[in-house]
């Protein structure tokens, strides 16, 4: 079996309960393999590092090949084949050496795309890939916090421990011990929120994503006063936009203490740029904060972009000398003169505005969101088009522009993480089966109402968004499912591991969500199309 193949068959497995602070183990009736397992994960990560940097295995040619057979084998699981005694042993290393791979990958995915060898078919089989990788580490990280906290980090604590302590991080060698304020002035921060509607937006793209946000990190090199309050240079900040308030600027620290269950730090690849990004984030910086003080913020652009991607091809069909000619909105990209006339911006835009103002891509391979007949409805009446490609934050995972440099989660977070994301992928492949959301009709009253008032100028500061009755309510049928399929799930996994030994597999937990549908009694929000 070739390396990457045996690591995708523990990237998602049941190593542990879904949880880093619930009780402590119960005696379970583990299977009588599980007492003779012998495959060595450490040694399975090391040899395929060793396959990821052998420029004649593993090339443009034969990378998305090997990278999707990898994950393709998730759902083949099996457990009982792992050497816990050893993995338990070694938790600390294998954690360093699932982040060492996703970083061989990313630096052999910048050097296809400096060849011109880095198509979007090869950029989606690294998602899956990093996703797989991901999942190993924080299934990893949960059965060490659970039996031995104090094993977390090793023989080494990196900076960032010290400095945001709610993560967890596992974090690039060379940089370790870099302080926050030695951070370049301008980064790039991949992140996921705790609610069912950042994991519907980080399972929207029809490829695998695992984000839901992203936000512009930035150093100041001048005092500036920001809300009210003055902050010396040196500062570090974050642009961001978001649903209830649009785009808005807030302290780095106040960032990392929000309520993020994931965050990856990136820099600038191409350190000869990092002038020309300083400078166009400054003026973003500066721009956000006018809008604020002026009391007209930058607003949310619930589209996720689709909208001016498809206003700039009529612009393009219609300019004198076009005629005849037709622009295909896949390809079409704003550029940073656009976005200077831009007043609403989805998340990651922020990103790409401050990047296409510095002459730079950010995201040369966007996401496609979910095109089934169920989903496609849904994203419709969200203002979303289908057929355009989005910026989706996730789309910085597979960005050659960037250099990952750590990844943080929140152990005890991660739990009801990856039950929402089970959620939130199964309701949307039932919507594609033939059911819809619903909400009753005294619902449905409140959000036209609510929608309405919120057009209001008096009313964003009340905290209600300026969002269409439509999305109102399918985002609030959307969350009640997705909550009582979280709870039931969170039961049931704990009951399975007390009766197996171990966490259900992906196949098994779908398989347990289309059962427990029924019993659920979501009919109030989930139907059958009539």
Same mark, same amino acid.
Request: aromatic share 8%; with cysteine.
């Given at each position: 079996?070739?390396?990457?193949?045996?690591?995708?068959?523990? &990237?998602?497995?049941?190593?542990?309960?879904?949880?880093?602070?619930?009780?402590?183990?119960?005696?379970?009736?583990?299977?009588?393999?599980?007492?003779?397992?012998?495959?060595?994960?450490?040694?399975?990560?090391?040899?395929?590092?060793?396959?990821?940097?052998?420029?004649?295995?593993?090339? &443009?040619? /034969?990378?998305?090949?090997?990278?999707?057979?990898?994950?393709?084998?998730?759902? /083949?699981?099996?457990?009982?084949?792992?050497?816990?005694?050893?993995?338990?042993?070694?938790?600390?290393?294998?954690?360093?050496?699932?982040?060492?791979?996703?970083?061989?990958?990313?630096?052999?995915?910048?050097?296809?795309?400096?060849?011109?060898?880095?198509?979007?078919?090869?950029?989606?089989?690294?998602?899956?890939?990093?996703?797989?990788?991901?999942?190993?580490?924080?299934?990893?990280?949960?059965? /060490?916090?659970?039996?031995?906290?104090?094993?977390?980090?090793?023989?080494?604590?990196?900076?960032?421990?010290?400095?945001?302590?709610?993560?967890?991080?596992?974090?690039?060698?060379?940089?370790?011990?870099?302080?926050?304020?030695?951070?370049?002035?301008?980064?790039?921060?991949?992140?996921?929120?705790?609610?069912?509607?950042?994991?519907?937006?980080?399972?929207?793209?029809?490829?695998?994503?695992?984000?839901?946000?992203?936000?512009?990190?930035?150093?100041?090199?001048?005092?500036?006063?920001?809300?009210?309050?003055?902050?010396?240079?040196?500062?570090?900040?974050?642009?961001?936009?978001?649903?209830?308030?649009?785009?808005?600027?807030?302290?780095?620290?106040?960032?990392?203490?929000?309520?993020?269950?994931?965050?990856?730090?990136?820099?600038?690849?191409?350190?000869?740029?990092?002038?020309?990004?300083?400078?166009?984030?400054?003026?973003?910086?500066?721009?956000?904060?006018?809008?604020?003080?002026?009391?007209?913020?930058?607003?949310?652009?619930?589209?996720?972009?689709? *909208?001016?991607?498809?206003?700039? @091809?009529?612009?393009?069909?219609?300019?004198?000398?076009?005629?005849?000619?037709?622009?295909?909105?896949?390809?079409?990209?704003?550029?940073?003169?656009?976005?200077?006339?831009?007043?609403?911006?989805?998340?990651?835009?922020?990103?790409?505005?401050?990047?296409?103002?510095?002459?730079?891509?950010?995201?040369?391979?966007?996401?496609?969101?979910?095109?089934?007949?169920?989903?496609?409805?849904?994203?419709?009446?969200?203002?979303?088009?289908?057929?355009?490609?989005?910026?989706?934050?996730?789309?910085?995972?597979?960005?050659?522009?960037?250099?990952?440099?750590?990844?943080?989660?929140?152990?005890?977070?991660?739990?009801?993480?990856?039950?929402?994301?089970?959620?939130? /992928?199964?309701?949307?492949?039932?919507?594609?089966?033939?059911?819809?959301?619903? @909400?009753?009709?005294?619902?449905?009253?409140?959000?036209?109402?609510?929608?309405?008032? *919120?057009?209001?100028?008096?009313?964003?500061?009340?905290?209600?968004?300026?969002?269409?009755?439509?999305?109102?309510?399918?985002?609030?049928?959307?969350?009640?499912?997705?909550?009582?399929?979280?709870?039931?799930?969170?039961?049931?996994?704990?009951?399975?591991?007390?009766?197996?030994?171990?966490?259900?597999?992906?196949?098994?937990?779908?398989?347990?969500?289309?059962?427990?549908?029924?019993?659920?009694?979501?009919?109030?929000?989930?139907?059958?199309?009539?």
């Amino acid at each position: 079996m070739r390396p990457l193949t045996l690591l995708a068959l523990h &990237a998602l497995v049941g190593l542990t309960p879904l949880c880093a602070d619930g009780p402590a183990p119960r005696p379970a009736r583990a299977p009588e393999a599980l007492r003779h397992a012998g495959v060595d994960l450490e040694a399975a990560l090391r040899a395929g590092l060793r396959q990821v940097l052998d420029p004649e295995g593993f090339n &443009a040619a /034969t990378a998305d090949a090997q990278l999707r057979l990898a994950y393709e084998q998730l759902f /083949t699981l099996d457990a009982a084949r792992i050497d816990l005694a050893r993995l338990d042993a070694r938790a600390a290393q294998v954690v360093q050496l699932t982040f060492e791979l996703q970083l061989a990958i990313d630096e052999r995915m910048a050097e296809f795309d400096a060849a011109g060898r880095y198509p979007a078919k090869l950029a989606n089989a690294k998602r899956r890939a990093l996703r797989g990788l991901r999942y190993l580490r924080e299934r990893v990280l949960l059965r /060490t916090a659970r039996a031995d906290p104090g094993r977390l980090y090793g023989d080494s604590t990196p900076r960032l421990a010290a400095w945001a302590p709610a993560f967890h991080w596992t974090v690039r060698a060379s940089h370790a011990q870099l302080p926050p304020e030695r951070f370049p002035r301008t980064f790039v921060l991949l992140s996921e929120g705790g609610s069912p509607t950042s994991a519907a937006i980080a399972r929207s793209a029809d490829e695998d994503n695992m984000f839901s946000h992203l936000s512009v990190g930035y150093v100041s090199d001048q005092p500036y006063t920001v809300k009210g309050v003055d902050y010396p240079a040196g500062t570090p900040f974050t642009i961001e936009s978001f649903i209830n308030s649009g785009v808005t600027v807030r302290l780095l620290e106040a960032h990392m203490s929000g309520k993020n269950n994931r965050e990856v730090l990136f820099f600038l690849r191409d350190p000869a740029k990092q002038a020309a990004l300083d400078q166009a984030a400054e003026a973003f910086f500066e721009r956000v904060l006018l809008a604020q003080a002026s009391g007209a913020p930058l607003g949310y652009d619930f589209s996720m972009g689709t *909208a001016k991607i498809k206003g700039l @091809v009529a612009e393009l069909e219609g300019t004198p000398g076009n005629e005849g000619r037709v622009f295909d909105p896949a390809v079409v990209r704003m550029d940073g003169a656009h976005y200077r006339d831009v007043n609403d911006y989805f998340c990651s835009e922020v990103g790409e505005a401050v990047f296409a103002t510095a002459g730079l891509q950010l995201f040369p391979h966007r996401s496609t969101v979910e095109a089934g007949a169920g989903t496609r409805r849904l994203f419709e009446s969200w203002g979303i088009d289908p057929s355009i490609p989005i910026s989706a934050p996730g789309d910085a995972d597979v960005s050659p522009a960037l250099v990952r440099i750590a990844e943080g989660a929140k152990l005890g977070l991660l739990r009801a993480n990856h039950q929402r994301h089970a959620a939130l /992928t199964s309701v949307f492949r039932w919507l594609d089966d033939g059911y819809t959301l619903r @909400v009753p009709w005294y619902v449905k009253a409140f959000g036209k109402t609510a929608a309405g008032y *919120a057009r209001l100028p008096i009313l964003p500061s009340f905290g209600l968004p300026k969002v269409s009755a439509d999305v109102m309510i399918s985002t609030i049928a959307l969350n009640k499912v997705a909550s009582k399929l979280t709870a039931r799930l969170a039961a049931d996994d704990e009951a399975f591991f007390a009766e197996h030994g171990r966490a259900m597999t992906p196949a098994e937990t779908y398989a347990h969500l289309d059962r427990i549908r029924g019993e659920l009694k979501l009919a109030r929000w989930l139907r059958p199309v009539e």
